[in-house]
């Protein structure tokens, strides 16, 4: 069994992890980085498939005010793209087919004028949550009782709006909204700008992607640590007093002054503690659920729907897939659409055989897009519930009445015991950006305890 010794151990290797471990580095700390998979790069996973297909299996987008995430890329030299919006955007209402433009549907104008209301008055309110303590809301309790479905029930709006809203919560959460505290909700927007922000595509959330894969910002961290990481040691315990921990890993025992655990909270508190945690954060960790979804790409000869003047990108209700936009790499011929299917109907999806979930996701496509959507390449997908040291995507989601009774737990150490990850965010919480900015707002806080 291989024992050694550090300032500060961090557990887990995704971006969150990364970017603790490099700010503590370049102040000089002795660092290792513990990761139970095989890769680095956690929610983001780009993969090179035998085609030469470049696959972005998680994570893949950045936007204008993700200026941690942008930094990054522009320091490392990565080349980047815009993605994909030329052409009408589809929504399925009531088994049609609409065009519109923009971020918001507009094909049904009753629907869209209310849909800009609700936008607007979700936006406001979330713009009055502070980020860092949305506990202190005046109104924390009340909101943190509702959930977003109870909200959705309670306005004046059309019912087609309505489930257009349902089928936006799904998307970016994703959860059923009968699932979410509303404060969460609103907590989530105002982390992110505000819902345009968020749901749209050029100069949105969605705008820019990474030429050769969002997990090459992972890669590159990892190269400035070199062999300070330690792949395929996944954390089964720590043992930490006020002077420090150590952490029993399937590579051996690390022990440090400090450690940061930088994985989303419902599996740092699968970790074994000892002693265990605080009962205010284990309450904490077991009313954080990750959500539900499965990313599939299908890829096609050409990307057909350009022809039709579509721009690739639906979003739907009643149907396995909810939402899908053009994937297609400008480096290649070949046209791509990646597809999400969230929240319940990942759930079915996870019941199904691989065959079965085929059939389903073309089925679908073939409403969307036509025919010529039948015959596609290859389909490449994850399951990110399946994945043992994610079991869910895209984030972690506080359930109703846990950041009015329990949010002040989420941030706060215990013992020598930091946290890190994109649920941890003040901004741009549960996006890769998020993630970033933890990581660094977390080795700052332990190098301000030591006084450096």
């Known amino acids: 069994m291989i024992e050694n010794e550090a300032d500060v151990v961090v557990v887990g290797a995704g971006l969150a992890g990364l970017s603790a471990a ?18 680095v790069g956690g929610r983001t996973c780009s993969v090179i498939e035998e085609d030469g297909r470049l696959v972005e299996y998680g994570g893949q987008w950045v ?31 009531d088994g049609k087919l609409l065009r519109y433009h923009g971020a918001v549907p507009t094909g049904d104008p009753l629907i869209a004028a209310d849909l800009m209301d609700a936008m607007v008055d979700l936006t406001s309110a979330a713009l009055e949550v502070d980020t860092a303590e949305p506990w202190r809301h005046p109104r924390a309790t009340e909101l943190d009782g509702l959930t977003v479905e109870s909200w959705i029930r309670q306005q004046p709006y059309c019912e087609g709006a309505k489930v257009w809203l349902r ?31 968020m749901i749209g595509t050029i100069n949105s959330a969605q705008e820019t992607r990474i030429t ?83 990313k599939i790409s299908v890829a096609y000869a050409t990307p057909f729907w350009r022809e039709d003047g579509l721009s690739g990108h639906m979003m739907g209700d009643n ?29 079915r999806a996870l019941a199904m055989t691989a065959e079965e979930r085929r059939a389903h996701v073309i089925e679908d496509l073939v409403t969307y897009f036509g025919e010529k959507a039948r015959h596609p390449v290859n389909v490449h997908e994850k399951l990110w519930m399946e994945e043992e040291w994610s ?11 846990t ?22 965010a003040t901004v741009w919480s549960g996006y890769m950006d998020g993630a970033v900015r933890s990581g660094e707002t977390t080795a700052a806080a332990i190098l301000a305890e030591a006084g450096r």
């Open 212 to 294: 050769h894969g969002s997990m090459q910002v992972s890669e590159r961290l990892a190269e400035l640590l070199g062999d300070s990481i330690r792949l395929g040691c996944p954390v089964s315990r720590i043992e930490y007093t006020d002077s420090g921990v150590t952490v029993h890993h399937d590579g051996g025992i690390t022990r440090a002054r400090r450690a940061v655990v930088a994985l989303a909270p419902t599996l740092a508190g699968r970790i074994r503690y000892s002693p265990p945690m605080p009962g205010l954060r284990d309450q904490l960790t077991q009313r954080i659920f990750m959500g539900s979804s499965v």
């Open 391 to 401: 079991r869910g995507c895209y984030t972690g989601i506080l359930s109703p009445g």
């Open 319 to 347: 149907t396995l897939v909810q939402v899908t936009f053009d994937q297609t790499h400008p480096d290649r011929p070949e046209g791509v659409l990646v597809c999400f299917v969230d929240s319940n109907s990942a759930r």
């Open 167 to 197: 089928a936006m919560t799904r998307a970016l959460f994703p959860a059923e909204p009968g699932e979410i505290s509303l404060l969460h909700a609103l907590f989530y927007i105002s982390s992110g700008g505000g819902l345009e922000k």
């Open 22 to 39: 490099r700010v503590l580095a370049e102040a000089g700390q002795d660092i290792v980085v513990l990761e139970a998979r095989d890769r």
């Open 403 to 424: 950041w009015s009774t329990l949010g002040q737990v989420l941030r706060t150490p215990v013992g020598p015991i930091h946290w890190a990850g994109t649920e941890y």
């Open 63 to 93: 936007g204008p005010t993700q200026d941690r995430m942008l930094e990054l890329i522009e320091q490392f030299g990565l080349d980047t793209f815009t993605q994909y919006a030329d052409g009408d955007n589809l929504q399925l209402v």
